[in-house]
Every structure is written in C-alpha cells, then in structure tokens.
C-alpha cells in the first residue's frame, strides 16, 4: 500500500522518456524512472521516496532488446533478472543475478533497476564491471556510450534525467573462465556479506566485490597485487586485504574483521578455481 | 456393531480444502466499505517525556476522521499488573510504543496523515541491558509502580525498582548437596528477545453500534479474554461485548494477549463508534505488538562422581521489556521447570521479570521453556565432558521417575508426566547415537550429534474453563462449537475426532464451526499452552455423554425398552443384545415422528464443560505449589556437519521423541513437532531483535530478521512414546508447542562439542563461532 | 504514450476473464485483488516481497503481487489462487500436511504451480530456488517438498 498518488506513464520511445522527464522535473513532480519497481514500492510504502510522477519504461523498445549479435551482446535497462537467467549469453551474470533477492522476485528486478536503485549492493554490476562492459544512456543530448566503469565510481555519476537504456557486454568476454561466490550472514535468501564475481582475461584476474565496503567495486591497485605472481598465494591475498582502498563495512550482516575473515577464505576459493585458467 | 478408529488415525484437517483453495477467510479478508482505517504512530525513542504532539497538518490531511492520542482516553491494561496505556501517555518507554492513532478513510489517508504529526521528545536514559536493570540505583521505567493495581496473585512488583515479578522456588538443601558434590560447574547462559513472525499480522476491527453492543472482529487466541478485559478496562457490559474470530494466519503465543484491541476500540469511540480496522504492517508487527521474552540465566549444578545431580541453584533475569504482560508468569514457568525433566533433590531458584526499553512481551511457543531449557542442558553436557561420561547416560541417569518430586515439589507419576527414560532411549536407536557423537568425515569436516531433554506443563489459570456444545442434525451429523481458535494446529478436527471416537461414528459426519464468536460459542479459556485437546477434549465427552444420554432417551421410547438396554455406535442407537434392532440418529435427532403423525422429543443438544482441577498457586518462599495439570516430556537431538575452516555448519538432521500420552492425530502431532523443531532452529541459529545502543531495534522486517527459508532444513524425525494420561481425552496429553523446546540446546551441545568451544547465548551464526576460536579478530599472518 | 492519472477504469484479464476494476496508479497488484474484486486467497504478509504470500501468477510466472503495480498488469494475464480448481498440488499439500495454519498456502501454491508448468522434472536444486521466494512459520517446509515432489516428474 502506497501512502501517496502519483501519476503514471507509459511512454513508447526514449525521445518521449526523456522530454517527459524534463517537464514533469520543471513541474515540480519529482518524477523518477520506473523499471521493475520493487524498490521503488518498498521504499514508497515506508514514506522513504516521494513522487509525484512515475515513467515506466517497459515500453520503450531500446530498453527491452536482449540480443547477441556483431560481437556485442546488448541488454536493455527493462529486461528482468529472471529473462537474462533464462537466455543466459553470458553465464556469470546469469549465477550472479539469480542470487539476487529471490526467485519470484528476480522476474520483476530489471537490470536497470537494480544498476539505478539506492540498494548499495547492486551484485549485476559485478559482472559488468569484470568484463569491461559499456552503458548506454540516453539525456537531453541525445544517447551516449561509456565504460561503466566510468559511471558507477563509489556514486552513480549520470545527470537525473538521464536512463539507462542499455549494457553492451563484448563478445569475447562472456565465457572467459569465471567465478561467482556468495556468503551471507546465514540465510540463501539475504544480502550478500560478500559477493565476489571475478574473471580471467588474458591470464589476469579481473574481480569485483558487493557488500565489503557500502559501494561496489572494482579496482586496479587491487587485481594489480593478486595478479602479481612474485608473490606467493597467502602472501598476495594478504597484501590485497592490507590494502583495500575503501572502509569495510561493519553491519548486521557482520563485523569488518569477520568480512576480512570471509574475504580470507573467498579469495583462496577464487585463487584454486581460476588456478588452471591462470 | 464394528466400530473403526476415529482417533489415532490421520486425517486431514476440516478446513484443508479452503486453505489450499484460497477461500478459507482471515480476519483481514472480510473487507467492506463501511470500514475506517487507523494507523498508528510509534516511538522513535526507547525511553523519553513526550513534550508535545502536534497533529494540527494531520487532521486538515484528506480523508481524516479523528485523531487520538494517549490523552483521549487514558487507561492502563494488563492481565497482571495493570501497567500498560494501549497509547503512550507522557512518557515512553519502548521504541515503536504507539503514541497517536489517526482514523481515516482509507489506509493510505491514514499512513499519509500519520507523518505529518509532529511530536517532541525530552530523551532518557535508556536501559538496554537485564544487569542494569537490576541495579539499585538504576533509573526506573516505572516510578509509579506501587500505585498500579495487580489483579494476579504471581504479581509481587518489587517498589522502586524495575522488578515486575519474581519466583522463588527452595526445594532440599542446596548448600549442603554442594558441599558434598564432586564437582560444581557454574556458567552464565543468555537468549535475546525475538519475534514470532506469524505470516498473518495482527488485525483488528472494532465497532460501537447505536444499541451499545461493542463488536470486535481480531485475529487473536484469546477472544474470551478479550471481552473480559475490555469489560474491565472500559466498564463495558459482558452480554453487550462480542468478539468473533475466524481462523487466525499463525500466532505462536503473540496473540493470546489484548493489544490492538484496546486500541481499536478507543478508536471507534473516538469516531461515533464507526467501525475501524486496525492492521499492523510487519515492521510494527515486530518493533510495536509483544515479542518473546530475553533471559540470561546464571546456573550452578553440583554433581557425585558418578553423574548423579545432587543439587542446582540458578538465576533467571527476564526481560520483560517496557510492560509486563505475562512476563512474570513466564518468570515463574522457568523457575518451576527450571530442573529440566531430572530428578534433582535440592534446588533453590530465582526467577525476576524485569522491565527494560525493549519492546514489551507476551507469550511465546514454549512460554519460557526454552529459556529454561537452554541453560541446564548446556549445563548436563559440560558436565559430561568435565566427568568423561556419555551425555546420553548422564541424562538417562539423572531422568526423573514416578515417585520423583518437580521443582515446585509436586508429585511425579508415570500418568501425569510420561516416561523420560524411554524416549531418550528411543531417541538413542533414532539418531544412531551409538556411532559417536562426533564422526570425522574424510573431506576434513565433522558429523556431530547434540541432544536435549525438555518437559513442561502449562501454567494455566487454576480456574481455566473449557466447554463444548454438540447438536445433532437431521441427518444424524454432529455439529461441534467450542471456544477455541483454529490457529493451525488442526484442533478443531482433533476435537471432532474425540466426538466420533465417543459416538462411535464417521468422522466425515461430525462438523465443527470453525470460528469462534463469543456470544455462540462456550467459553474457552484460551487457545494458548497446548491445553486445547485435553481441555475442550474432555468438555467434549462430557457433551457426547450427554447427547447419548438423550439419544438412549427418546431411543428406549421408541424402541420400547430401558436406556440401559441400548448402545449407541454408527449413528445408530440399538439394543445391546440385538443390533438389528435400531433406529437411526436422524430420525431421532429433532424428534421422533410416529408413523400416524404424533412426535416425541425435540432438537438434541449436548453440552459438557471442563475445569482445571487442582492448581496451586505456588508458595511465594519456597515455590511449592502445582502448574499444571500434567507435563510433556520428550528427548531432542540435532545433528549437524561442521566445517573447520570457515567455521561454517549445516544441519542434517533434528529429531524428537515425545511421551504427549495417546496421540489423536498422528499425522498432525508430527506437523506440529517439526514445525517447533523449526523455529526451535531458527532461535538457534538466526533470529534475535538487534538494538542499539539507544534501544532502538534495528532488525524490524522480514529483510534484515531472517526467518529460515525452504531448502535449508535438516531432515526431521518424529516418534512418540504414548505413556496414556489417566484423567486426559482418551489419554492424550498437550504438545503443540513442545518441538521447540530442547532444540536450541541441542544444536549448542552440537557445534560445541564438534567445534570445541562453548556455546552459551543464542543465536549461533557462523561469525559467532568464528568469534569464538579466532577471538575475533581477523589475522592476516 | 499510456497515462494514467487518479482512480481510472480499467480492465485486467483474471483468471481466464476481463474484470472491470477502478484503481489508481499507487494501488499495488494485491491491493486490487483484495479490494475491488474481493480474491482474498493473496494475503498480505509484509508488503515487502519478502514472504510471498500474496504470489500471483502473471503470464503464468510468479509474482509478488505486493510488488507491482495493478497498472502495470494491464494486458497480462494474471492468475490468482481463486482460479485453480482441484489440481494435483492442491491435493499434495493437503496429503502431505504442507500447511497448517494455511495463511501462506495460496503462495506456496501458486510458486508450486508455476513450477509445474515451467519444469514439469524439476530436480532438488531448481525446486529449492523457486519455494525459497516463499515463507512459512508453522511447517517446517519438508511438508512442502514432499508436497511438491509428489506432483513432478
């Protein structure tokens, strides 16, 4: 039950999101974009957002493309967590979506949704971030094409009116040796403690973390120390906690030193499971 | 006449149908649109004066109708010490206490106007922990406590101090048995508040018709109770206070008290007496309406060389949280129970129910037992260790018998309390306990077993009533009411099958009304301490003697000979020594019609009613006195896998073997064992209420307060023992809540042994025993 | 451009027929069931989607119908408890006493259902991912996958 109205539309093309976004924002409607909607309601309900105008982007035929083709496999901000499980182009976002929230939900999360959302967690980002993805996003200006690396650094650095319309994921990233590893508190069903989502390329290992620190991440300094083999396993791992560049988050899901501890532990996983890609 | 079990057999619950179909109906699921809304607004401090409350925005906001706060009509409610305003009124006292109530329209005009109050607080000083409550120069949550009026005799509020209640218990010589004990192991153990989750929140609609009958629809365990104390609190008539209950979505205890209630009603006054609803979202569910009782335990056991438990002294301090509720009657159910199911000749306990800035509490599926439970079987195992012995035998040793005396020194007998020693051996071939308790697997983990014994009786009121009203159709089918809510546990079936049993009939023909409405139905005590089997079980034999009473009656008429000369089984009343002589309920049911018109007899209505028999309250210095009418006993064991390296485990398996006497329907009993088993896991491993260091709960939703979920359970087991109670429903003793109890002792007694640390205080998460063997701090070396 | 703007008639297709309803862009899915068509079988548990006990089908997918809005379901064909009639998991769950105090059954049911239709062989893994959406306090979910595992394969 949602405490406040809104008015809600539903348009067909981006030209129209964008134009639309730009007046009800002069009107004083604080309009927000609206994807599958499961944080927006559980938020709205708990009077922890406020609109008065909400713009489904569902219909717009750029944000439901879901296609591999010309070396690029295209996502749409609208397609659910459950669609990219399904069509599974790309097996590490697949494991990593579906450890997302739940079953049932994870057919209304879209990917753009959970990439826009306050949620700090944002696991789909990781495997974005692995594989060098591109993020299509479309302003005033007209469309734009990034690294997404570039946009989600610590914040989400795009203007309010701006959508995100799209990943673009190359080819070639998509069944390099992975891995995806997820601990919780306790529970299946839960944020994550850590995620982790790494992948091997060209004998290096990118690797991306949810849950260690209130944003995620992906940082060179980082992969630099535990791909340099001058350095034993145990040592590199040890470094790579010493050296992490953001505060570890100490929460109800568990202490800093109990992530550390995890962290420990996933990353001599993640060393012995990519050993052979190596 | 052949006559086929009706009890003892499995059947599927009367409502089974509705339920899987969508169409059983709820509390909240009769909507109409003659309904106001209320919501409410809760405390954001644990303990502070309210200053101010302005709702002068919240009243012009659309669709308004009243706002109320602690000042429109103050009262102060409890069913033992009368303590509680059901709106905060000048001061509060736990974060999430309600402070105004706004009634609109619609739900969403009511949330809507509930944040434009504006409401100024004057901070406190918090009491976050049960230690400092106890201090002597501890601030006081209640300073008028003297001035409060204490209708229960377990009431002894100690005067300027946060001591609601206390039970002493003094049984033997504690100080000469530890003189002459082996050994003497003492260890303080703690369990946290948590929530009872039920999937219905609680509900209420309340309305004041023009004739000056007030009716409540709630979802609740204790209608009756409702309409006592409503009637007590605002001087209202009994026969103009109806309270109707349909089935009830889950309640474990957290709705056998009067909370929503109140506050609905004082809502309808407030609005011409319009009919309100009041629903809590699940975050109120949890952070406003009682919760379960925390307790940390200090235990002391002295034991002969040989194993044998010569003496126990032990502390309880209960946090009742900011009101008492019946936080002192689950004071005194640990104390009298606080033995476990041994015989333990010298025993001296202190039971205090403490106010704290928590949340509030009230009953929760194993009222304390498992407060009680925890720390005296921690304590057995320790003691195993300590004497190289093998806990199983330890307990088989110490396991109380017929002639033994309870800690409130009443008498043991095989009828009233079960056999102990026969499902721990039962318990010993289920488990494979013989194996080892701990098995080392081949990839570096450990199989290890821990086990728990637990007993409790039901601390019911020594006045508790039960009645049951049977009528026969013209078809010769039994209608059943009685009093008691169907929260689940498939007692109205339960009863229905004691009916069929006693009449001798189908099950499939006797039909109870599945709601509760107290101006139909016979009053039923409450549905609370698994009390309604043997309970409305024996009120309805007591109406089935009287219906074949009648039947035999108006039979012999008919039949032409003496009641004495007939039976009565399949529906059918018919002489003893000449079955093909009969006649058929229906055609006796609403009267026997003669062949050339003239009748005899009229409708057939049975009653039969049931009162506790027996209760003593106990002696306030040295607790002798009797609780219950008989107690469960049962023996527990869960067995785990347990990862040395990342401090991990997973659960295999948890198993219970239970003595509740005859059981009336297998397959329901064991439901309802595992599913105690599975909360009785949950308190183990996961759920506690999280505050901070301003009493603030930080874990109020089914997001950050994990519930187990699907795929994470063990493998549950089920057997019983059937030790029959004399004076019990053809034997039957109580054991709806009892699955939970020994469970979170033993999974302790488990990673404990298999981690080789000890567990004392729950939850047990994998960071906590990391905590354990690490110190808690991560080593990058 | 589709805009909606206060309460508004529209029309949903619900079990097999187009029901007239009147919301309002902020009414969810569940709230429309309850309200204007009276199919209480959903249940409100947290309004969160973290219990799912007002799980829906929508395009024969579950959904928690606490989580989306009625004007999102606009040309989707929903499927609620009340439009299932006698099948084999409705019968399982009471068999195999997969509930008891039956307030999260309609859920478990519709998830249970869906199952069925998208994995007629469902194996353990796949069961556990689809009934972990859904909560139950009074069983202690083996119930349930016995249950389950009666109606597939």
């Not at chain 2, 409060?148 to 509020?157: F, L, Q, R, T």
Request: aromatic residues 8%; charged residues 20%; proline residues 4%.
């Amino acid at each position: 039950m949602i405490p406040f109205n809104f008015d809600y539309y539903k348009p067909n093309t981006l030209t129209d999101a964008i134009n639309l976004y730009t007046e009800l924002d002069s009107m004083g409607k604080s309009p927000i974009y609206y994807g599958g909607g499961t944080e927006f309601i559980s938020m709205a309900r708990v009077h922890n957002v406020h609109t008065k105008a909400v713009i489904d982007i569902k219909g717009i035929p750029e944000c439901n493309i879901h296609v591999l083709k010309n070396t690029k496999l295209t996502i749409g901000s609208a397609i659910t967590l459950t669609n990219i499980a399904i069509k599974n182009h790309f097996p590490l976002l697949s494991r990593t979506v579906k450890r997302i929230a739940d079953h049932t939900i994870q057919d209304k999360i879209t990917l753009g949704g959970n990439l826009a959302g306050t949620i700090i967690y944002k696991e789909s980002l990781l495997p974005l971030m692995v594989a060098n993805a591109n993020i299509v996003l479309e302003g005033i200006n007209g469309s734009r094409t990034v690294p997404i690396m570039d946009v989600f650094c610590k914040e989400m650095n795009i203007s309010k009116e701006e959508l995100i319309v799209q990943v673009i994921i190359d080819e070639r990233y998509l069944n390099l040796p992975s891995l995806h590893v997820k601990r919780t508190k306790n529970e299946k069903i839960d944020y994550p403690l850590i995620t982790l989502v790494a992948l091997v390329d060209q004998g290096k290992i990118n690797i991306a973390f949810s849950g260690l620190s209130d944003f995620p991440f992906r940082t060179k300094l980082l992969e630099d120390i535990l791909n340099d083999e001058s350095f034993s396993k145990d040592e590199r791992i040890k470094k790579f906690i010493n050296n992490i560049p953001y505060k570890i988050l100490d929460d109800l899901a568990g202490s800093s030193e109990y992530r550390k501890f995890m962290l420990n532990v996933m990353l001599n996983e993640t060393l012995e499971n990519l050993q052979e890609a190596l | 006449m052949g006559h086929i079990p009706q009890i003892g057999i499995s059947i599927p619950k009367k409502e089974s149908w509705n339920k899987v179909t969508g169409r059983a109906k709820y509390n909240g699921d009769h909507i109409t649109s003659d309904t106001l809304h209320a919501r409410i607004l809760t405390s954001t401090h644990a303990h502070a004066i309210i200053k101010s409350i302005d709702f002068t925005k919240a009243e012009k906001s659309k669709g308004v109708q009243g706002i109320i706060t602690g000042d429109y009509l103050p009262v102060l409610t409890g069913s033992i010490i009368e303590d509680r305003p059901p709106i905060a009124k000048d001061k509060v006292r736990y974060f999430g206490e309600p402070i105004a109530v706004v009634i609109a329209n619609t739900e969403g005009e009511a949330s809507y106007a509930i944040k434009l109050i504006d409401v100024e607080y004057e901070p406190l000083l918090v009491i976050n922990f049960l230690q400092d409550a106890m201090k002597e120069d501890s601030i006081l949550i209640h300073e008028k406590l003297s001035q409060y009026h204490h209708p229960s005799v377990e009431a002894n509020p100690q005067f300027n101090t946060n001591i609601a209640g206390s039970t002493k218990i003094r049984k033997g010589d504690v100080h000469k048995a530890f003189n002459d004990s082996y050994i003497i192991l003492e260890h303080n153990y703690s369990l946290p508040q948590s929530d009872h989750s039920a999937m219905e929140t609680r509900n209420t609609i309340a309305e004041i018709l023009p004739s000056g009958e007030v009716v409540i629809n709630t979802s609740s365990q204790a209608p009756f109770a409702i309409k006592e104390e409503l009637s007590k609190v605002f001087g209202l008539s009994k026969s103009k206070l109806i309270v109707r209950t349909p089935l009830v979505g889950g309640a474990f205890g957290g709705k056998a008290t009067v909370q929503l209630e109140f506050i609905a009603y004082i809502a309808s006054l407030a609005v011409g007496g319009r009919k309100v609803r009041i629903a809590n979202t699940r975050e109120q569910d949890m952070f406003s309406s009682p919760a379960k009782i925390g307790v940390d335990a200090k235990i002391k056991i002295g034991a002969t060389e040989d194993g044998i438990i010569r003496a126990l002294e032990a502390t309880y301090l209960v946090d009742c949280g900011a009101y008492s509720d019946t936080g002192p009657r689950m004071a005194k159910a640990i104390a009298s129970s606080c033995t476990g199911p041994y015989n333990i000749e010298n025993v001296y306990c202190d039971a205090f129910a403490l106010y704290t800035n928590h949340i509030y509490v009230t009953s929760y599926r194993g009222f304390g037992h498992v407060a009680a439970t925890f720390p005296v079987e921690r304590s057995i195992d320790k003691l195993a260790i300590a004497l190289n012995m093998d806990p199983l035998e330890l307990r088989l040793k110490n396991a109380i018998r017929e002639g033994n005396t309870t800690p409130t020194q009443s008498k043991v007998t095989l009828s009233n309390t079960g056999n102990v020693e026969e499902c721990i051996n039962k318990l010993k071939t289920l488990i494979n306990w013989e194996e080892g308790q701990v098995v080392q697997n081949i990839d570096d983990t450990i199989r290890a077993k821990g086990m728990a014994c637990f007993w409790k009786t039901s601390n019911s009121a020594p006045d508790a009533i039960s009645g049951v009203i049977l009528k026969l159709n013209s078809d010769g089918g039994v209608d059943v009411n009685f009093g008691a809510v169907e929260i689940g546990p498939g007692m109205k079936t339960a009863i229905c099958q004691i009916v069929a049993e006693k009449m001798k009939m189908d099950i499939n023909k006797v039909h109870p009304f599945m709601e509760v409405d107290t101006q139909i139905s016979p009053k039923h005590w409450k549905t609370v301490a698994s009390m309604t089997t043997f309970m409305a079980g024996n009120a309805a034999i007591k109406a089935c003697e009287s219906i074949i009473k009648q039947l035999k009656s108006i039979g012999s008429i008919v039949l032409r000979c003496t009641p004495e000369d007939l039976d009565v089984a399949n529906q059918k009343v018919f002489l003893r020594d000449d079955p093909s002589v009969f006649i058929h309920f229906k055609d006796l049911a609403h009267g026997y019609k003669y062949a050339d018109g003239p009748s005899i007899g009229g409708e057939i209505i049975g009653h039969g009613n049931y009162i506790m028999k027996h209760l003593v309250p106990l002696n306030p210095e040295t607790g002798q006195g009797k609780t219950g009418p008989s107690i469960t006993v049962g023996a527990q064991a869960v067995e785990i896998e347990y990862d040395p390296v990342k401090y991990d485990y997973r659960l295999l398996k948890a198993a219970t073997i239970i003595d509740a006497g005859k059981i009336i329907n297998p397959g329901a009993a064991k439901g309802l064992l595992m599913g105690g088993m599975s909360m009785g896991l949950g308190l183990a491993t996961r759920e506690e209420f999280v505050y901070n260091a301003q009493g603030q709960l930080e874990n109020s939703s089914l997001r950050t307060y994990k519930l187990i979920h699907f795929g994470e359970q063990p493998e549950y087991l089920v057997e019983f023992v059937e030790t029959e109670q004399i004076d019990a429903p053809f034997g039957a003793r109580g054991l709806a809540e009892h699955g939970i109890i020994g469970i979170p002792a033993a999974l302790a007694n488990a990673i404990s042994i298999a981690s080789q640390a000890d567990f004392d205080t729950l939850p047990i998460s994998p960071e906590t025993i990391w905590k354990a063997k690490t110190g808690g701090k991560y080593d990058s070396l | 451009m589709l805009k909606i703007s206060g309460n508004t008639t529209l029309v949903l297709n619900i079990n097999g027929e187009d029901r007239e309803i009147i919301a309002k862009p902020s009414d969810t899915l569940l709230y429309t069931l309850r309200n204007q068509l009276g199919l209480t079988g959903a249940k409100p548990g947290c309004e969160n989607g973290d219990c799912g006990a007002c799980t829906v089908l929508v395009d024969d997918w579950p959904i928690k119908s606490c989580l989306m809005l009625t004007v999102e379901a606009l040309g989707k064909k929903i499927t609620t408890i009340e439009g299932l009639n006698n099948i084999p998991i409705q019968k399982a769950f009471i068999e195999n006493w997969g509930f008891q105090c039956g307030y999260c059954t309609s859920g478990f049911i519709m998830v249970c259902h869906s199952l069925s239709i998208h994995h007629p062989d469902a194996d353990e893994h796949t069961i556990e991912e689809w009934l972990q959406s859904n909560l139950c306090r009074c069983t202690s979910y083996q119930e349930i996958r016995d249950a389950i595992n009666s109606i597939l394969k």
